[in-house]
């Protein structure tokens, strides 16, 4: 597998918002659904939101939802996390990551990651 490339981490302050990017391999993208987990200092990686293939079912963490969104656009191999509303809570190494199988929200479910990228929300 190829791996996927995150992009568009950074710092930003406490209600503000960014825009995360995923791209990936044409074979990686078509693998039924592409996540995005999170990884802050000292603790485990969680599920963050995830889409599937064709018809775009969507599944969110309870606690993004209502302030991210996640999208695909399969033309562009690419997946898009859409960020609102951050909180300090918010900083981690966030990762793409993909498998065969229908929206997950457990991280041994996945078997492709990438290397993430850093999002640091300042209070």
């Known amino acids: 597998q190829v791996r996927p490339i995150e992009s568009g981490g950074g710092l930003v302050q406490a209600g503000g918002s960014l825009r995360l990017s995923c791209e990936a391999s044409?074979?990686?993208?078509?693998?039924?659904?592409m996540a995005w987990f999170r990884q802050a200092p000292g603790k485990e990686r969680e599920f963050v939101a995830s889409v599937t293939r064709r018809i775009g079912l969507t599944f969110y963490s309870d606690s993004v939802k209502g302030r991210f969104s996640i999208s695909r656009d399969d033309a562009k191999n690419t997946v898009t996390l859409q960020m609102h509303s951050l909180k300090p809570e918010d900083t981690a190494v966030y990762y793409c990551?993909?498998?065969?199988?229908?929206?997950?929200?457990?991280?041994?479910?996945?078997?492709?990651w990438g290397r993430g990228t850093q999002v640091t929300v300042s209070s």
């Open positions: 990551a993909d498998r065969e199988g229908g929206n997950s929200d457990t991280v041994e479910h996945y078997d492709n």
């Open positions: 044409g074979q990686t993208f078509s693998r039924n659904t």
